[in-house]
């Protein structure tokens, strides 16, 4: 079947606009009325038909346009009624006349509201002179640069090539595009001039070419900026990368430097301009990914104790599959410490010839030899990481074994091992700066009493305890396994030292007796337990000492558990199923890349403060915390493969794109695009969505792509990236398969904004949208301790705290004002509001209505003689944030 035609330049804007469209126009009091639109052939006049009006008063000069803005940013559409049924993307307005009203219209796609915005642009810009203009255009760089390759592979000059040819030069210049995709457009060109054969000519080439390799999004992000030229020169691109990007410090030279990497035509890198080919490939390319580089190295403070961070950490290490009849592998240690693991577990029992080995007791999985893996430990250790490495023994043997363990730990390991005896006067842990490259033993250890070669101590066997709850149906009292004891020998007992396992009893015993080097494992069903009676507890209690969470023994399949639940009680060692592929290894792997993938992640000051509060469980803001309010849009994909395995509807996707919010409880969310039915090539879905962070230092997003089927949904791909090291502006998101690889040429195009909350917000629970009610400011309060002198002194904060509260809250409120009178949205800032109202700065004659003066300590604006109303108000609301703080900092003293 034929393709529909893409937009691939001005003129291809301009001649649907003279075809016309049809259009909802929305008027005040929810009034709606279909209209059609079209563009008068000379391009003089804009007109909509029926209407009651007479034909020459339903229309509007092109002259007197001054400014089209899209998304419903009017007083109009933000009054209308219905105007939260109504999608930003497809709504724009076109404001005219001398006492700027708004003729606001709806478009059926967004594909179509940015054809009359782009159009529009144009004929303002240029007027009668439009078709002039694009004209003399159409021999332009991109042209030029497209007939240069055909050239080439015309070597003959015979005026054509083979299709053969054609079709991987536009493959070689756009890899994600299928073969048996552009052998069809060819075909359909072909067919429709009835032509015979199958040899191209360069007309033939550059055509496909526009329509293969022009993607309708960027076109129209490119003309935005560009000043309605068909390229971005150097100072197109820097207002670009400082307004959208939030690329701090820009000059010419780094424009010049990006236009140079990725401009495709000499002509372009000579002149300085940077064409839709190239604008694209450096969108598409690692520097405008989603992922903030700056955490693709260590970024974080490492010299807090070790207590203060969540450690990438897995569980049964040797398995490759199952925990139950899988096999035990050293890939498995290989695997995970490549990937950053910085906690892997040994469970040691007796082996054949006086050799330990390792396995899982009890259950009917292989067995590797412990000095095998002691070796390979050694060799990738700080293969990914240069900080310690944990190794949690589960040790089972016999005496005679013990002193083989310990004899291949000291002999392999030598140095790496980490023996130095805690220090009695510290209450903290070392940090992971000071153990680099050191090895450190979790295990038992003999109490500083016992004066033997060896002694008893509790037995802690994850096995046995699956093994008694194979049969069990009720399971709601894990801690009640009976408590065993085994002989340990002191050698093995010494190469223990800041990772003494002690059995956990309470919180209050904890916080009395516990010793800051010693660790306490819970199963993943009790420390739920304390996750939602003591969540306060949970946290103070991993603010000093390590907690170690792993898999409930009836997870037979190693499936994983949500390492969220219990990082948001700050418990540190998460032991994950690293063989396990899905939602929580996904989170677990994206978590650790924040911080070079160094296995360490610094957990949040409220998590590590000793004076500060936490409870996991909080179902609304944070002490403390400023919300912030993230902006997605969802803009189009790009490559989507076939879901493995599935083969029903041949090489049709019909995908849809989930947001998934993972946080504390108060922030987990989720929201989804509609569906693009048989489009997995460049589907569009141009839908935003809008989520309330109130712990952005714990909170991640996840973007997963899926196969809308009536069977069952599919698994297309997805990515996982951490709050914190989202960037802002226009980005790619490299979509990832089920088991953590990349998936070639496949990703989602996307903006990202984020703000600060204002008001009650619009927060989305789960998929649900639940506006709050209004009410009154809020304010932090201080808690009351009950100790006279400190709450005495603590009182006197309440003032100055309330005096923050308001000149923040006023000062956000007069900024949105002012970006609404500017035509924008709340995401816009600030240098986005100046570009958006500064043509309104000149008269008619060129004289400035308005001057901005920049002697003063915050930019100023002064009005010259008489200016339309509308600019007066965009003045005086300018001005009201800078007032705001110039009143508090003069009134500051005073209130001290």
Not at 100 to 122: F, H, K, M, P, Q
Request: charged residues 25%; proline residues 5%.
């Amino acid at each position: 079947m034929p393709t529909e035609k893409k937009i691939s330049s001005a003129s291809d804007c301009i001649n649907s606009m003279v075809e016309g469209s049809e259009l909802k126009k929305v008027r005040s009091n929810s009034r709606i009325y279909h209209r059609y639109f079209l563009l008068d052939a000379d391009m003089q006049s804009l007109r909509w038909e029926p209407s009651k009006k007479d034909s020459e008063k339903a229309k509007i000069d092109i002259k007197s346009i001054k400014e089209v803005r899209t998304g419903k940013n009017t007083d109009i559409f933000r009054s209308n009624g219905i105007s939260d049924q109504i999608s930003e993307d497809c709504a724009f307005s076109v404001i005219y006349g001398e006492n700027y009203e708004s003729l606001d219209l709806v478009a059926n796609s967004a594909d179509v509201a940015n054809i009359w915005v782009t159009g529009l642009r144009y004929l303002i810009s240029y007027g009668k002179h439009t078709l002039d203009m694009l004209e003399s255009s159409q021999d332009n760089m991109r042209t030029s640069w497209v007939s240069q390759m055909f050239s080439e592979i015309d070597v003959d000059n015979l005026g054509h090539i083979t299709l053969c040819n054609a079709v991987q030069c536009i493959r070689d210049l756009n890899p994600g595009l299928k073969t048996s995709k552009i052998e069809l457009k060819f075909k359909e060109l072909h067919k429709s001039k009835d032509k015979a054969g199958t040899e191209v000519t360069k007309e033939e080439f550059v055509e496909v070419f526009h329509e293969l390799c022009t993607r309708p999004e960027i076109y129209f992000l490119l003309v935005q900026f560009s000043s309605n030229k068909e390229f971005l020169d150097t100072k197109d691109l820097m207002m670009f990368l400082e307004a959208e990007q939030g690329v701090a410090h820009i000059n010419e030279e780094i424009s010049l430097e990006i236009i140079n990497k990725y401009e495709p035509s000499k002509e372009g890198q000579e002149k300085g301009w940077l064409s839709i080919d190239g604008f694209t490939k450096y969108l598409m390319s690692p520097d405008c990914y989603i992922f903030d580089p700056e955490h693709k190295k260590v970024c974080q403070d490492m010299k807090q104790p070790l207590s203060h961070y969540f450690i990438n950490s897995s569980h049964n290490t040797y398995l490759i599959e199952d925990q139950f009849r899988g096999p035990s592998d050293i890939t498995g240690y290989i695997r995970a410490l490549k990937m950053g693991c910085r906690s892997v577990e040994l469970d040691v029992w007796d082996g054949p010839d006086n050799e330990p080995v390792i396995y899982t007791g009890h259950t009917m999985t292989s067995q590797i030899v412990f000095r095998s893996v002691i070796d390979i430990i050694n060799k990738y250790a700080f293969f990914a990481s240069e900080y310690p490495l944990i190794l949690c023994l589960e040790n089972h043997c016999s005496i005679k074994q013990q002193k083989v363990m310990v004899q291949h730990m000291k002999k392999i390991l030598g140095d790496k091992l980490y023996t130095t005896s805690p220090n009695m006067e510290e209450s903290y842990l070392p940090s992971p700066d000071v153990l680099k490259g050191r090895i450190l033993i979790k295990a038992k250890k003999l109490s500083s009493s016992c004066s033997g070669v060896e002694g008893d101590v509790t037995d802690e066997d994850e096995g046995a305890e699956m093994s008694q709850r194979m049969g069990k149906e009720n399971v709601e009292q894990p801690n009640n396994v009976p408590v065993k004891r085994f002989q340990l020998c002191k050698e093995l007992s010494e190469l223990v030292s800041i990772c003494k396992s002690v059995q956990f009893k309470e919180f209050q015993v904890s916080f009395q007796a516990q010793k800051y080097w010693e660790v306490c494992s819970f199963n993943e069903v009790l420390a739920s337990k304390y996750a939602n009676e003591n969540p306060g507890d949970f946290v103070n209690y991993n603010k000093r000492f390590l907690a170690r969470v792993f898999p409930s023994p009836m997870r037979i399949d190693s499936s994983n558990m949500n390492p969220q639940d219990f990082w948001k009680c700050g418990c540190q060692i998460v032991a994950m199923n690293f063989q396990t592929p899905g939602l929580m290894m996904d989170l677990n792997i994206g978590w650790f890349r924040q911080n070079g993938n160094c296995g360490y992640v610094l957990r949040p000051a409220i998590m590590r403060e000793e004076v500060s509060f936490f409870s996991a469980n909080t179902k609304d803001s944070v002490p403390g915390v400023s919300p912030q309010l993230l902006h997605i849009k969802i803009i189009s994909g790009q490559n989507f493969p076939k879901p493995k395995g599935s083969g029903a509807k041949g090489d049709v996707v019909d995908p849809y794109v989930y947001v998934e919010i993972h946080g504390i409880p108060a922030d987990c969310a989720e929201q989804r695009t509609k569906t693009v039915h048989q489009n997995g090539d460049a589907p569009i879905f141009d839908e935003s969505f809008e989520f309330q962070i109130n712990l952005p230092e714990l909170a991640m997003v996840r973007f997963v792509v899926l196969d809308d089927d009536y069977i069952g949904d599919e698994f297309i791909g997805q990515y996982t990236i951490p709050f914190e090291c989202l960037q802002t502006g226009y980005r790619h998101v490299p979509l990832q398969s089920l088991t953590g690889e990349v998936l070639a040429h496949a990703s989602l195009f996307v903006h990202v904004a984020i703000t600060n909350r204002r008001g009650g917000g619009k927060p989305h629970k789960r998929g649900l949208s639940v506006r709050k009610g209004k009410k009154s400011r809020e304010y932090a309060s201080l808690r009351t301790l009950w100790i006279k002198t400190v709450d005495e002194v603590f009182k006197n904060a309440q003032p100055p705290i309330r005096d923050a509260t308001d000149l923040r809250e006023n000062m956000q409120n007069a900024v949105v004002s002012f970006k609404e009178l500017c035509g924008l949205s709340s995401v816009a800032n600030l240098m986005q509001c100046m570009l958006a109202v500064s043509p309104r700065f000149l008269g008619s004659d060129n004289t400035p209505l308005v001057v901005l003066n920049l002697s003063e300590q915050y930019p100023t604006m002064e009005l010259q003689g008489i200016v339309p109303e509308v600019l007066k108000k965009i003045v005086t609301t300018y001005d009201m944030p800078w007032n705001s703080t110039s009143t508090y900092t003069a009134s500051a003293p005073r209130r001290a």
